[in-house]
């Protein structure tokens, strides 16, 4: 629909829309051709915005922090809904947040309100509606541990309502929000600890490099400048002079394998880099081993293929897969595929992506 058309349709919902806004200003991998842009900075505009689009049977891209988005050179042919909701309270023990609230500004005030929970979560790029979508976690804790529901739009129905966890399937770095697009994320709430502690510390290199033991809490604001040093030192906090940092965070999902076949696994880890210690952890279906560990044992070290590629693994983190700064969203899938195809190669594992694709295949 041209953008004139698409404009007179959106007249009333509130919304402000543009037209052949390059996407790849709004995402953190900075990569994305052009689209029309749906900018909607209430929740009642997003709602109407939706519907309407819906109705009117436009394709639909919903898109808040950009940072879990690999989009296509040639953009998208619908019409981009940009989440700028961003309103957020505190009331006691619980946080609720807009949808299009930035993630770290919100874990930053629960913090900064003497309220626990959220830390070890700091540094997130990305908005707070998608945290459910993905169950985002870091060092030990997962946002299906404090979510206390959902505010979605059914968009088949219309109908807007609370949802409380147990209805949304969580799993590693998935949801049932993550494999469909008919609900729309409209705002979140979180159950805090209102003694400031953090949770409980479970993940090694955390609790280690805050001298503290397994399963101990330490206050919240301590953990929290702790996860973000952390994180800065893997290129893992936006930073707009710092290369490193233009990915969309983990790009491969840490693989479960079955139980069945680890063993298999093991021997094939050992034919290639000699019988070694494997880092692995418990998981529900099975033994989950680490994505960045793979990678790099798989001979792709830190800034794969070298300094003159556009497209390279971080030079501090090899799960990151980094845009240095004139790459196109062709040169990112390429190099995925080449680490995701040397992996399985070597290891017989298959690296799944993290980020969601759009126009593009991996």
Not at 63 to 68: D, E, I, P, Q, V
Not at 70 to 85: E, K, M, N, Q
Not at 105 to 117: F, K, R
Not at 338 to 343: A, L, M, S
């Amino acid at each position: 629909m041209p953008f004139d058309e698409v404009s007179e349709l959106l007249a009333a919902t509130g919304a402000r829309v543009r037209n052949s806004v390059r996407l790849a200003e709004l995402t953190t991998l900075r990569v994305g051709g052009p689209a029309t842009v749906a900018e909607c900075a209430t929740t009642d505009a997003l709602v109407a915005t939706v519907r309407t689009l819906d109705t009117a049977g436009i394709p639909v891209l919903l898109l808040a922090g950009g940072s879990n988005l690999l989009i296509s050179d040639a953009g998208f042919g619908g019409v981009v809904v940009r989440i700028a909701t961003d309103d957020m309270r505190i009331d006691a023990d619980r946080v609720v947040a807009d949808a299009g609230a930035n993630w770290d500004a919100v874990v930053a005030a629960t913090v900064e309100a003497g309220l626990g929970g959220l830390e070890c979560l700091s540094g997130i790029p990305g908005s707070a509606g998608a945290t459910p979508v993905q169950n985002v976690g870091a060092y030990g804790v997962e946002v299906a541990q404090l979510l206390r529901r959902v505010r979605l739009l059914d968009r088949a129905s219309g109908e807007e309502r609370w949802v409380e966890p147990d209805e949304l399937g969580f799993g590693y770095r998935t949801s049932v929000l993550k494999h469909s697009d008919r609900p729309v994320v409209l705002g979140v709430e979180f159950a805090l600890r209102s003694d400031g502690s953090s949770a409980p510390l479970r993940y090694r290199e955390l609790y280690q490099a805050l001298g503290a033991e397994e399963g101990r809490s330490r206050p919240a604001a301590e953990v929290r400048a702790t996860v973000l040093r952390l994180r800065a030192g893997k290129g893992m906090v936006l930073d707009s002079g710092d290369h490193d940092t233009w990915s969309a965070g983990s790009f491969f999902t840490n693989p479960v394998v079955p139980s069945d076949r680890e063993a298999e696994v093991r021997a094939a880890i050992a034919e290639h880099v000699g019988d070694i210690t494997v880092p692995v952890y418990p998981a529900a279906d099975g033994v989950k081993f680490s994505a960045g560990w793979l990678i790099e044992r798989a001979g792709f070290a830190k800034g794969f293929p070298g300094p003159q590629a556009p497209a390279r693994l971080s030079t501090k983190h090899t799960l990151a897969l980094t845009n240095r700064g004139s790459a196109t969203a062709a040169d990112l899938v390429e190099l995925a595929r080449t680490v995701r195809d040397g992996v399985a190669e070597r290891f017989g594992i298959r690296l799944e992506p993290e980020p969601v694709t759009v126009g593009v295949t991996l």
